[in-house]
């Protein structure tokens, strides 16, 4: 039994929550108002899908709500029992816009038992015993479509409950075993084919044959590899002897060049020997000289580094003068100018006093103190126009009574007062005019006046520092001369001090000279020394060579290379002549071979065909009674299943139908199904009764198949099951559902847009109700 399901921003449900009971519930409302959406939720929440639930088919993005307002995710909750007193599911999905269900678990008396949306739905399928499939055939009656069964054409029926049944899949394994039947017996008559043909290639004969070449063969092999062994032991000990032949003559020919090369070398030594004696001539040069040179020079080395240190100094003492020249310089040169300006200021600060007069500042308090009478002047006038404006104002809206006593006014009184206001008005803008020209002109003098008395304080400091410049003006004078005689002193320093660098400088330069060419002396002499050795050496060199070059020549003596060359290659020649042949015999052996081995295969081939073409006329006949097993199968579950469907109606039409002019239903095979209602004479096909009875039968075969498929559950869901019935019809439907169907289905959901049928439910009412026109949400109302 479903016992709760919730809705979060699922289509146009905002935040739904609706408790359902045992017995009928109803979801009441009109069009569009979201009854559908309900049961499409609880069929996402129970098997993570909808597609065959509503009028159109719809994107899982669409069940996320997107009017009034544009959700990102929508979520599901679903509550329900299996059986009296089972134990409580509850199952959660949510839905993400463009990434479809991101999250989802299922709870068993509150403990989790799967997160996963598919460990989800194996959860649900394995806890209800029924997927989706079976959910939406057995228990839901699409909207408007409970009489569903007699919409499906004649000859589609069987399809349709065989589907539901799964006896499809039997009928789906027949036609593959009869496909697979077909191709084993036309594989069997492909390889009987085979098999008479390869009998009529004698293939024993041939593989007898084809041994005995490769036998002969073989043996001709053996005496080749034998002559080919020998020639390879002559063509090895003639390769040896052109090998070392040609080392040792190798080796002469090095010992030749080395000889020439030695002796050239030697004659070379010699001549560079006698040039470097000749170089040398009187040369004197000893390390105890050197060593003196060496401590002389770093004696003029540090005093030459005295000197120029000497020579930085002194000219960064100049410079130093030099800047506070250049700043004496600049400051009289300001101090001069500044004096001329305060010359021209005492002209001006004269001009300035007879202007301003004793008391400057007393004067400028009284010009502020006009400026603000004026000020207050005009400010008064303008309220005085504001307020004329006001009273004019109100005259006119004023109608026949006085705005300010309330009483009578006369039209000619009121015409009087009106005149004189406007003329009062116009009197007042000619004053302010007037007041703004004199405050514009007497601003002006007073700025004019402020600005004077700041330009006279100003002068009276500047001509404060006029003996301050004078004195700084004669002592600059002063010190220039002073540093001037400075810097001439400091000049004539650094002269003298360059001298005496030049000088020092000179003195190191020759005695380095002197230094470099004793080193070159001494060099030159261990140059010499070390070649004379070189020599030695060269000479010993050259022995060892000659003695070297004559047993060479000995060892080869009586050896002719070109006779030895031309008993290797004729060796050669016949060893490949050899390898030839037996390439060519190992191909032959090889091509034998695999000729042998194609008819041994043929042969196996020829015998296992013979064993298949056995084998293949004994699956032949099981497949035989394989399909017609499967055939006695569906037939049988099919009686099974009618037997079952019309035992239920044959219990439960009593309960819906207490009248006797339709005394039983039943279900028929005629070739297809037939729905059938017995009557005082006969048998009828519902498709022919009135709408009253044939929905009715039409319940009875819904209730039947929910029971059979869904034995456990005991749901039913009728999605607008009163569509095409008349008043009367919908009342005594009414009244199945309050009086008689509790004894046949635990919990049946009603989507109705008929408001007469909310007086027939036992369970949970909701009505809804929704503005489309504005896109609203769907609301709830619990009757």
Known sequence: MITRVKMVNWKSHLDSELKFSKGVNALIGIMGSGKTSVMQAIAFGLFGTFSALG????????????????????????????????????????????????AAEIREDGKLLEVSPQGVTREVERVLQMDYDLFQRAIYSEQNALDYFLQIPKGKRMQQIDEMLKLDRYEKARESAVSIKNNILARRKEMVRVVEDLKTRKLDEKLVALENEIKKLDEEKRDLDKTLGSLEKERKKLSENVV?????????????????????????????????????????????????????????????????????ILRETLSLMNGKMLFLRDQMKDTKAKLAGVKGKDRRLKILGKTLGSDPEKKMTIMLEGVEAIKKTLYALMAEKTEMEKSLSDLKRAGDKCPVCDSHLEDEKKKDLMGHRMQHIVDVDLRIRETKEKLTGESAKSEEFRKNVLEHAELKRD????DFLTTRMRDGTSKRKLLDSEIKTVVSQIRAQERKEKASRKALDKLKLAKERSEDVLKERGSLETLLKEMESAERHLDEAAKQKKALEKKLSGKDIKVMRSELQETIARSRGIEAKLTGISQRV????????????????????????????????SMDVFVNVLRSTQDQLRDEFLKTVNFIMSQIWGELYPYDDFS?????????????????????????VSGGERSLACLALRIAFALAFTPNLRWLILD????????????????????????????VFLITHEERLSDYITGSTYHLTRDKESDGVTRMAEV
């Open 55 to 102: 009028s159109k088919k719809l994107a899982l993005d669409d069940l996320v709500m997107s009017k009034p307002h544009k959700k990102q995710h929508a979520m599901v909750e679903v509550e329900f029992t299996v059986g009296d007193g089972g134990n409580k599911y509850m199952v959660r999905r949510t839905i993400e816009r463009e990434k479809g269900t991101v």
């Open 720 to 747: 607008e099951p009163t569509h095409n019935l008349d008043r009367s019809a919908i009342e005594h439907f009414g009244s199945v559902l309050k009086d008689r169907m509790e004894n046949i289905i635990d919990q």
């Open 664 to 688: 039983e239903v039943r279900l028929l095979v005629d070739k297809d199904y037939v729905l059938q209602l017995k009557s005082r004479k006969e048998w009828m096909n519902a498709d022919i």
């Open 463 to 466: 001509l404060k520092d006029f």
């Open 590 to 621: 090889q091509e034998k071979k695999a000729g042998a081995k194609e008819i041994e295969e043929q042969a196996s081939t020829l015998a296992k065909y013979k064993k298949d073409i056995e084998n293949y006329a004994s699956i032949s006949e």
């Open 244 to 312: 070392q032949y040609e080392a040792s003559h190798d080796m002469l020919n090095e010992a030749v060049r080395k000889s020439e090369s030695l002796s050239s070398r030697l004659d070379e030594m010699k001549r560079q020997a006698n040039m470097k004696r000749k170089k040398l001539g009187a040369a004197k040069a000893d390390p105890e000289s050197l060593k003196a040179m060496a401590s002389e020079i770093t004696k003029l080395e540090t005093a030459l580094a005295d000197d120029v240190r000497e020579v930085r």
